[in-house]
């Protein structure tokens, strides 16, 4: 659009002056609040309906159109994070897995963060993460910290697990190869609490089918367990040593140490049942 066109624009779409405005000793309409002219003469002496001038923002109108804008742009990332979230989390527990909410007690915390500002040089190499060690060290709580904070920078993600998957699954016998494709749609997965699922060969060849999709996708891919690294490189049998390979290739294994969250959460529980309780009896 050439420069008359958007002064016709701007025309047609005028705002009636203020009581405060006023005209300067150009001709033109002034702003009575920042004193910037909120008329402009057309170039070289063109007009459109018989007149020679047109609209232009003064400060005051860019400073709220620009307010509005910024808003609308908020609302509009507000909607899509929390469309994001609803289609990305199986557990509706999971968004308050946030770095905000960190307690601060995991120390490779600091990777977690580091996976979310490299996501662009993440996703192009491919580079996914095992994460293991002893139950209740946070894995899943640092891969969600991860999942939040993309879908805050409008990155789609989905954390599920094999459990749910293989129930879906099951359930969609027609479509099974429409459901993994999907999963292996987002940019980023992850997979809680692998290897609890159960061992049967259905289930195996379903696990195995999903890793092989996520491999031939090209896309990284997170996974939580609670089995050992050396469970991981020295799998049990054959069905299990072709989605633990495949694993390992994609990801690289990250080992979450630290205190049992889930053992010191209970503990702080039952010291506050003891203070409510020792308050009870001294009343």
């Given at each position: 659009m050439s420069d008359y066109d958007n002064a016709v624009f701007r025309l047609a779409t005028a705002q009636e002056a203020e009581p405060e405005d006023y005209t300067g000793e150009d001709g033109l309409l002034y702003c009575g609040s920042c004193r910037q002219p909120k008329e402009a003469y057309f170039p070289e002496g063109k007009t459109f309906f018989g007149r020679d001038r047109h609209p232009r923002e003064c400060d005051c109108q860019r400073k709220r159109r620009e307010m509005l804008e910024a808003a609308d742009r908020e609302q509009k990332h507000r909607e899509e994070v929390e469309r994001l979230k609803r289609k990305g989390f199986t557990d509706p527990a999971m968004r308050e897995w946030t770095f905000g909410n960190d307690?601060?007690?995991?120390?490779?915390?600091?990777?977690?963060?580091?996976?979310?500002?490299?996501?662009?040089?993440?996703k192009d190499g491919n580079h996914g993460m095992i994460l293991w060690g002893e139950v209740g060290t946070g894995?899943?709580?640092?891969?969600?910290?991860?999942?939040?904070?993309?879908?805050?920078?409008?990155?789609?993600?989905?954390?599920?697990?094999?459990?749910l998957i293989l129930n879906d699954l099951a359930a969609s016998y027609k479509d099974r190869n429409e459901y993994i494709s999907r999963l292996c749609s987002f940019p980023l997965l992850i997979l809680d609490d692998f290897g609890m699922e159960r061992s049967t060969e259905y289930g195996l060849e379903q696990v195995y089918n999903v890793v092989d999709s996520r491999y031939r996708s090209q896309k990284p891919l997170i996974v939580t367990t609670n089995l050992t690294l050396e469970e991981l490189q020295n799998p049990e049998d054959t069905p299990?040593?072709?989605?633990?390979?495949?694993?390992?290739?994609?990801?690289?294994?990250?080992?979450?140490?630290?205190?049992?969250?889930?053992?010191?959460?209970?503990?702080?529980?039952?010291?506050?049942?003891?203070?409510?309780?020792?308050?009870?009896?001294?009343?």
């Open positions: 307690n601060g007690k995991c120390s490779q915390m600091v990777k977690a963060r580091a996976y979310v500002e490299q996501w662009e040089q993440i894995k899943s709580y640092f891969a969600g910290c991860i999942a939040n904070a993309l879908m805050e920078k409008e990155v789609s993600v989905c954390m599920t697990n094999f459990a299990h040593a072709r989605i633990y390979d495949r694993l390992i290739e994609m990801c690289s294994p990250v080992c979450i140490t630290g205190e049992n969250f889930r053992k010191a959460k209970a503990r702080e529980k039952m010291e506050q049942l003891k203070k409510l309780l020792n308050r009870k009896e001294s009343l």
